[in-house]
C-alpha cells in the first residue's frame, strides 16, 4: 500500500516513504487495540495517529537492530536502545519473543513486557521421506551476511556435507571462498521444507537473534538444532530433544545426530500459530480488562 525503500545495509527490510498515508489506508473508526510490530517509518506514524486520537496500541520488539545497526555500520548500541525505549514506552504491551529477551530488555530499562514468542505454519513444515547419505547433512538457513555469523558455521572443521540456504551482501565472496559448500540462494515453500527435511542437523550460528524462526522450521520438519547458549535459542531449543546448545558448535552438532527425530517433530508443536494466537490474545485481554476497572 506504500512505496518503499530498502534499509541500507538491510535491503531484505524495506522502510515506506509516504506512511503520512497511512489513515487513508487503515480505518480505525472503531477498533480497540492497534498493534504495531515496526519501529520504522509506518510505525512511528501508526503510533503519532494512535495518540492523537487516544487509541491504545500495542508493540513489538522482533529482532535486536541496536546490535545490528552496531556490527553493520557502527552505531553505539546506546543510541539505538534509546530510541527504542522512547518508540515503546507508550505501548499498553510490548511484545517479545521470549523470556530471555524479556529479560534482556528489562536490563536496558524497558518496561510492560509480555512474551507471546514466534509461530510455524506446523501443517507446511513436516518431515518427509529422507534421501540416505553417506555424510552427515548440516543446514544454515537465513541471511547471509555479517551479523547472522555464518562464517562459524562455513569454518567448521567436521566430516558433513554444508548446505547454506540464503542470499545477502557477503554471498558471492563465500561462494568464491568456500567451493565445498552448497550453497543454494533462496528457497521458498516446498523446496526450503524440502532442505529443512534432508538435513540431519540445522546449525543456528546467530548470538543476535531473539527467538530463531528457521530453528522452528526445522524443528517441525523433525531435524535438531546446535546452536550457542544465548538468547533465542535458548527458549526455543529443549536440550537432548530438540537439540543442543554449546559454545562449541561441533560438540552440538554430533550430540544432534543422536536425537529422535519424531521427538523433534513433537517439541515444534508448541510453537503453532494456535498457540501465539493464544498468547496474543491474552495480552490483549488482561489490557482491555485493565482499561474497564480504571472506568470503573
Not at 510492560?112 to 521421506?129: A, N, R, Y
Not at 517441525?220 to 529443549?238: E, F, K, L, N, S
Request: glycine share 6%; proline share 6%; aromatic share 10%.
Amino acid at each position: 500500500m506504500f512505496p518503499q525503500k530498502p534499509l541500507p545495509k538491510y535491503p531484505e527490510i524495506k522502510l515506506a516513504t509516504t506512511p503520512w498515508h497511512l489513515s487513508a489506508h487503515a480505518d480505525l473508526s472503531n477498533v480497540d487495540f492497534v498493534h504495531i510490530p515496526t519501529e520504522g517509518t509506518l510505525g512511528i506514524t501508526a503510533r503519532l495517529v494512535c495518540q492523537r486520537r487516544n487509541l491504545s496500541f500495542s508493540t513489538a520488539m522482533h529482532t535486536k537492530f541496536p546490535e545490528y545497526a552496531k556490527i553493520l555500520v557502527g552505531v553505539p548500541e546506546s543510541f539505538g536502545y534509546r530510541y527504542l525505549r522512547w518508540f515503546h514506552k507508550p505501548a499498553i504491551s510490548t511484545i517479545v519473543q521470549s523470556p530471555s529477551q524479556q529479560e534482556e530488555l528489562l536490563r536496558h530499562g524497558f518496561e510492560k513486557l509480555d512474551v507471546v514468542g514466534g509461530g510455524v505454519d506446523v501443517t507446511k513444515f513436516q518431515p518427509q521421506t529422507r534421501v540416505e547419505r553417506m555424510l552427515p547433512r548440516l543446514l544454515f538457513v537465513g541471511r547471509v551476511s555479517k551479523e547472522k555469523n555464518i562464517e562459524a558455521f562455513l569454518n567448521l572443521d567436521i566430516s558433513a556435507t554444508k548446505v547454506v540456504v540464503g542470499d545477502g551482501p557477503d554471498y558471492e565472496r563465500l561462494v568464491r571462498q568456500y567451493p565445498n559448500v552448497e550453497f543454494k540462494g533462496y528457497r521458498f515453500g516446498s523446496e526450503l521444507v524440502y532442505e529443512y527435511a534432508q538435513a540431519d542437523c540445522l546449525v543456528f550460528t546467530s548470538k543476535t537473534d531473539t527467538f530463531g524462526l528457521t530453528s522452528c522450521e526445522a524443528m517441525a520438519c523433525g531435524t535438531p538444532v546446535a546452536a550457542y547458549p544465548v538468547t533465542g535459542p535458548i527458549d526455543v531449543i529443549r536440550e537432548g530433544v530438540s537439540g543442543f546448545l554449546d559454545e562449541d558448535l561441533d560438540v552440538a552438532i554430533k550430540q544432534c545426530l543422536t536425537l529422535d527425530r519424531d521427538r523433534v517433530r513433537q517439541e515444534a508443536l508448541r510453537f503453532s500459530w494456535e498457540a501465539v494466537a493464544d498468547r496474543f490474545l491474552s495480552v490483549h485481554q488482561r489490557a482491555a480488562d485493565s482499561q474497564i476497572s480504571e472506568v470503573v
